[in-house]
T-cell receptor, first 114, second 116 residues
């Protein structure tokens, strides 16, 4: 079975400083990996996805993530945090047979300090 | 292009009642998945429908059921509601043409169900 572990339940950074949200995955097959963001009272929005092409994936709003198979990690980064980045972030792994059954991490709440 | 639409947005029900939630996928999307989000359990997969057939199912009791119509709209039903069913129910659609695919899942804003 597949799973993801988000190593921090809460991360606080100052505006303009780098963001690092950590995610480790476990899978018995070559998975697809995603990062989704959820703003308060909103649905989930896809930030980026890894599907066995380039290991460094660029997403929307300046976010990127690097797939490291040797470390089973898929950490999300952004060089400079913006106030609008404050939200809940989910690391997600696909099902063995497709992306219609996703397994979510427990989420990381990102707070931006003005 | 309209996104995934879930109705109603908010719902309050009493223990023992049943509830039906609706999800209209993005036009052209044939796969609809449902997820339950709670503070304690996080986001958990309920089931997925494609062309009116349930293809995947999560680990939820039989009180949770769903269906999909020929226009790809989906409904999810919860019978004999329990307090623990209070949650945000999210629907996602994707443009799967056939077997489970590599396509992106687009999520609706959810229905917040409160059971009292």
């Amino acid at each position: 079975a597949q799973s993801v572990t988000q190593l921090d339940s809460h991360v606080s950074v100052s505006e303009g400083t780098p963001v690092l949200l950590r995610c480790n995955y476990s899978s018995s097959y070559s998975p697809s990996l995603f990062w989704y963001v959820q703003h308060p009272n909103k649905g989930l929005q896809l930030l980026l996805k890894y599907t066995s092409a380039a290991t460094l994936v660029k997403g929307i709003n300046g976010f990127e993530a690097e797939f490291k198979k040797s470390e089973t990690s898929f950490h999300l980064t952004k060089p400079s945090a913006h106030m609008s980045d404050a939200a809940e972030y989910f690391c997600v792994v696909s099902g063995r047979f497709g992306n219609e059954k996703l397994t979510f991490g427990t989420g990381t709440r990102l707070t931006i300090i003005p | 292009k309209a996104g995934v639409t879930q109705t109603p947005r908010y719902l309050i029900k009493t223990r023992g009642q049943q509830v039906t939630l609706s999800c209209s996928p993005i036009s052209g999307h044939r796969s609809v998945s449902w997820y339950q989000q709670t503070p304690g359990q996080g986001l958990q997969f309920l089931f997925e429908y494609f062309s009116e057939t349930q293809r995947n199912k999560g680990n939820f009791p039989g009180r949770f059921s769903g269906r999909q119509f020929s226009n790809s709209r989906s409904e999810m039903n919860v019978s004999t509601l329990e307090l623990g069913d209070s949650a945000l129910y999210l629907c996602a659609s994707s443009w799967a043409k056939g077997p489970p695919s590599d396509t992106e899942a687009f999520f609706g804003q959810g229905t917040r169900l409160t059971v009292v």
